[in-house]
């Protein structure tokens, strides 16, 4: 069964970049879909993006409400992906999650990051 | 506002059967599979259904799902204390060439 981990700075300034991993563990990360999902405090799932690799490319796809600050990558020979999301506000504090699959079907613990000057 | 809606709370008394709906649109629910969770307090969500019906391994029959047209329902039976959570469906929505939630229902176990 695969299982993730996600990790990254907990706390950013205003106009930060956030900048999560996320690793895979007992799986492949290749040829499958990984998403990130946030769920800002007392609000429902919100979808960021998915990333897929396959052979030398990486397919992306990324919520249009957030694709202008959006990137996400994958590094296959540490089997882990990343999300990056720049200019950060107080609007982007939120519980992150990596998951794979799209929908999600396993997702990881989720890591808390709070932006705030 | 989430794309998909769900009724913000439901609660039934132990050993009952409850149902969460979740309605959309012909873009989502209409021509895709819908897969629910189930989140703990301070949990990760954990997936319950797939495919629109499916049970993953482990998830116990009393719950099932079923899709209709634009509309979606998770049904629990023989509800239990530790059934108390948050529940969200959720689905590809081909328009938005995005993953879209609904906005949750919390379910109270009295």
């Known amino acids: 069964q695969v299982q993730l981990q996600e990790s990254g700075p907990g706390l950013l300034k205003p106009s930060e970049t956030l900048s999560l991993t996320c690793t895979v563990s007992?799986?492949?990360?290749?040829?499958?879909?990984w998403s990130w999902v946030r769920q800002s405090p007392g609000k429902a799932l919100e979808w960021i993006g998915y990333?897929?690799?396959?052979?030398?490319?990486?397919?992306?796809n990324y919520n249009p409400s957030l694709s202008s600050r959006v990137t996400l990558s994958i590094d296959t020979s540490k089997n882990q992906f990343s999300l990056n999301l720049s200019s950060v506000t107080a609007a982007d504090t939120a519980v992150y999650f990596c998951?794979?699959?799209?929908?999600?079907?396993?997702w990881g613990p989720g890591t808390l990051v709070t932006v705030s000057s | 506002q989430s794309v998909l809606t769900q009724p913000p709370s439901a609660s039934a008394a132990p050993g009952q059967r409850v149902t969460i709906s979740c309605s959309g649109s012909?873009?989502?629910?209409?021509?895709?599979?819908v897969s629910w969770y189930q989140q703990l307090p301070g949990k990760a969500p954990k997936l319950l259904i797939y495919?629109?019906?499916k049970r993953p391994s482990g998830i116990p029959d009393r719950f099932s799902a079923s899709k209709s047209g634009t509309s979606a329902t998770l049904a629990i039976t023989g509800l239990q204390t530790g059934d108390e959570a948050d529940y969200y469906c959720?689905?590809?929505?081909?328009?938005?060439?995005?993953?879209?939630f609904g906005g949750g229902t919390k379910l109270s176990v009295l």
């Open positions: 959720g689905t590809w929505d081909g328009n938005l060439r995005a993953v879209v």
């Open positions: 990333v897929c690799n396959s052979g030398s490319t990486n397919y992306t």
């Open positions: 007992s799986g492949s990360i290749s040829s499958f879909y």
């Open positions: 012909s873009s989502n629910i209409g021509k895709n599979y």
């Open positions: 998951s794979e699959g799209v929908p999600p079907t396993i």
């Open positions: 495919d629109s019906n």
